[in-house]
């Protein structure tokens, strides 16, 4: 075995084609959602060839001879436990809590990340999870959309093709190379193959997609190219395997079954719900407008909802070409009201919609404020739309909460408001679902978008 | 030489060892082997880990699960928020003992200044031998000739045992070719169970000849003048103070960050908390390796427990039970730090199993361990081998919990911390790691470390490892008391300078 490390023996492609098998399962739900996820994300390249280059960095990944094989089945057992209820925690949690902004954010690819490490550890061993680690750590952090909403933003061009085929070809580049100046050398390498390919097939193709994938493609190959061409670093060997031992793979099956189960069994919002594009709603009378950025718009009016008590609510719809334009505002504005630190949240499916309930009340003032939040593609792109409404203990004047202009930089403070605010969650939520199903119901039928 | 190693068999290598190294009569070696693996066993039962628990200990670790399991049975809410309560109260407490040793530790800087030997001739001098077990140990025991000839002691008056197991062609195959001074010679230990090195240096007790004895690992570098300073501080300090320890540390410091944490890590204990526990006249936790003790009062305590893997540690506290005083000598050891993850997971695993052995083994008679160790005796030693590596493995549990607990509060997590544990637990957590980050920072600078500030001000990570370790060690006091979970040597980058 040579210190480049490409070569793959039989039995090490059975222990990582059983790994693969394995994480797929385990990550079913997660994996479906970020290929549908994969054409309204602003880098679907790096998207789809993040993950095919993290495994490329799995397979060629060895152990450096110079360390004797001391390997531990305890540890290995130990190690894979919190990992794997954590990911399962979140891979539950996520969809639940976070609501629309779940598609932004996308915590269940850290439930991804963590839960493929653990069965990494169980099945192939900690030596083996650890070193894995770092690249899968990586294609999560590339393949989660706010983070490509930042590297989209930094500019039109060569430089944006360039930072796309760099995130592309990370996780590979952390598999491949140990030391710093190899790991400098070959995202050089990458990013520069990349760049230049992407530029280069724009200038003949004009399309955005086909210059994106490849340079992402190409990125990955650049990177191995460099790599092979490189010094052999230290000798290494492969990692014993511990797939062999079958009642690790009953572990592993079972574990990944169970995790995949409830992957799948958590209910996908917004971009799996609704299959078909509906009218976007549209104000029929007096409204406020603004545009937050070029091509995404932001509505605000008043809807009079039958039956009593509801009577009135607020209606804002982000109208934009994607998911990702919509969900970044008006975020969680609710969350910056005065008096109402304290929302409550849960899920509602109803009339192929998967809605988030969020209830906001102020132990001050008696407020209390509903909001039923959903996306939902429409023929011209994607619109989020939140409905607000209002009650107060004594039936005087409803008070909305207010709009507040916000930029992506600031998605991600809302995020942590987010998860200072559940250190002050108050609970259950006390609104039955039915009550919020027939709300969201004769919305609907007034709106005409039923 | 080395193609003729590998032509012979290992039957003939051992043949070639004995005939440079001759060995004890058979009767004698018998004889030796049955002290070593049944001497404390029948002279102090009570003394023995042959044993993890005995029959009162077994009823009240039984009675305890029985009571937790009907317990999250019938209430888990209220069982969880005892349970939880409980541990608090031992992180709590654990944290100020700690906090209580580590400022005495630290007040006991002069330990640190170096002085000066007085001149003492050869003649007076006593006879010293010293002990150095090793089992597969070929990597590291080519350096050993290095170190035991730069020791500055006089030949005639010194004994060195290489303690080899019978059936270790790896270790007597690396010896073969080596020259060993005069005065040092191996000691073939008959292969017999339990495998442990308290075993091999029981074994190489009844052979000793020296008025002290210590013991060198193979991969140990101690300070040449260590014996010197040894004998200087007996004659010193009282008849009572039987044992000293030299100061471990580490000659691979800078070889990765795991090696920089585990040199903050000894060196904190070492520098600070060791002697602290000396300062306080408290059971001193023996290091592995260079603890000079005085043969009569070793073979008086009845030696190590074989089957215990924390045999240092055990006897520091067995001394002081016998009414006899451990102290702390300013000379260094250098050793190999472990640089693999999984290496030290075992080994630290191996250590904690040992200090819960050790607990298990002294609290079977509590009235008695109260009377002789003192009330802060019996509470430091119930704290640092019993709580350390239980606290340890639930650190673990708590650290996953406390990460939902920030991003999701579900609400049985919210149920089950009562508002007060909440408070003690927070600030045992702030306080507690502040404490052993700023004490961790204060000896590496007290000792001319400053290389380690950023290790140790990263040392939290360091406990992630520590966390696994102890999980890994309460599962193998159940499962393999006395299995001896061997630390592989030889991983350092370079020798020692």
Partial sequence: MNGRGLAVDRRSLAGFAGYAAAVGVACSSSIRVAIGQSAVVPLPAVTLVAPLATVVALFTWRVPAATPQVQDPETDVILSVPPLLLGAWLVYWGPRKLGVQFYLFRPDLIGLFLVSVALASLLLGARFAAGAARSLALCALVCCPVVQLFIAGIGPGALRVAAASTLACLPLVAGLGRSWPRLAVLLVAGAATGGAAGALVASVTDSPAAAGFSAAVLACAGALVAHLSLAPTSPRVLVPLAVLRLRRVVVVALVAGAVGLLDTVVPALALAGPARPRPALDPRGRSQAESVRPGVAVRRWEVALPPAPSGHALVVTTTGPSVAATLTYPMDSLLAWPDAPCPTRDLLRSDGLDVTISLYSSAFTGYRWEELEWGWPTTAGYQRVDLVISSSPNGDGLVFPALRPEVVLDALRTSTDFVANRQVDCGVLPVPPSEAAATLQAFLAASGTR | ?497
Avoid at chain 2, 203 to 232: K, N, W
Avoid at chain 2, 298 to 311: C, H, K
Avoid at chain 2, 440 to 454: D, E, K, Y
């Fill in chain 2, 1 to 497: 030489m080395l193609g003729r190693a590998v032509e012979e068999g290992p039957g003939e290598r051992r043949v070639r060892l004995v005939a440079h190294h001759p060995q004890p009569a058979e009767q004698a070696r018998a004889e030796a082997l049955d002290l070593a693996i049944h001497g404390l066993e029948r002279t102090r039962p009570e003394m023995s880990a042959r044993r993890t628990l005995v029959g009162w200990q077994r009823s009240a670790m039984a009675v305890t699960a029985g009571v937790l399991a009907l317990g999250f049975a019938l209430r888990p809410v209220l069982t969880g928020s005892i349970l939880i309560s409980l541990l608090v109260a031992l992180y709590v407490a654990t944290m100020v003992e700690r906090s209580v040793v580590f400022a005495r530790g630290l007040r006991a800087v002069e330990f640190l200044i170096r002085r000066p030997l007085p001149p003492m001739s050869d003649e007076e001098l006593p006879r010293y031998t010293i002990l150095v077990p090793a089992y597969r140990e070929a990597e590291v025991v080519g350096h050993l000739v290095d170190a035991l000839g730069a020791l500055d002691y006089p030949p005639d008056r010194l004994e060195v045992l290489l303690l080899v197991e019978d059936d270790d062609d790896l270790t007597i195959s690396a010896l073969l070719p080596l020259e060993l001074p005069p005065f040092a010679r191996v000691l073939l230990v008959p292969a017999s169970e339990p495998r442990t090195k308290p075993k091999a240096c029981n074994y190489g007790l009844h052979f000793a000849s020296g008025e002290l004895v210590t013991i060198f690992d193979a991969e140990d570098r101690p300070e040449p003048m260590q014996l010197r300073c040894a004998v200087d501080a007996f004659r010193r300090a009282g008849p009572r103070t039987v044992c000293l320890q030299a100061r471990l540390q580490y000659f691979n410091a800078r070889q990765n960050m795991l090696t920089r944490w585990f040199t903050v890590d000894y060196t904190t204990w070492f520098a600070v908390f060791l002697p602290g526990l000396a300062s306080f006249g408290l059971p001193v936790p023996l290091g592995g390796t260079s603890n000079h003790i005085r043969a009569e009062a070793l073979v008086a305590v009845g030696g190590w427990d074989p089957y215990n893997v924390t045999e240092d540690a055990d006897l520091g506290i067995r001394l002081v039970r016998a009414g006899l005083r451990t102290g702390i000598i300013d000379s260094v050891t250098y050793e190999e730090a472990n640089s693999d993850g999984l290496n030290w997971v075992r080994q630290r695993s191996r250590w904690y199993k040992g200090y819960m052995q050790t607990w298990l083994v002294h609290v079977r008679q509590p009235v008695r361990m109260l009377r002789e160790l003192g009330p802060h005796g019996f509470l430091s030693v119930t704290l640092l081998t019993g709580a350390t590596p239980l606290l340890s493995a639930v650190n673990l549990l708590s650290w996953t919990c406390t990460i939902v607990f920030i991003i999701g509060t579900p609400g049985w997590l919210v149920q089950v911390f009562p508002a007060p544990v909440v408070y003690f637990g927070t600030a045992a957590a702030f306080f507690g790691n502040a404490t052993v980050v700023y004490v961790s920072l204060i000896a590496c600078r007290q000792t001319h470390q400053g290389h380690l500030a950023w290790a140790a001000l990263t040392y939290p990570l360091y406990w992630v490892l520590m966390a696994v370790a102890g999980v890994k060690s309460l599962w193998q006091l159940v499962a393999r008391p006395s299995y001896w979970e061997k630390t592989v040597h030889g991983l350092a980058r370079s020798g020692p300078d």
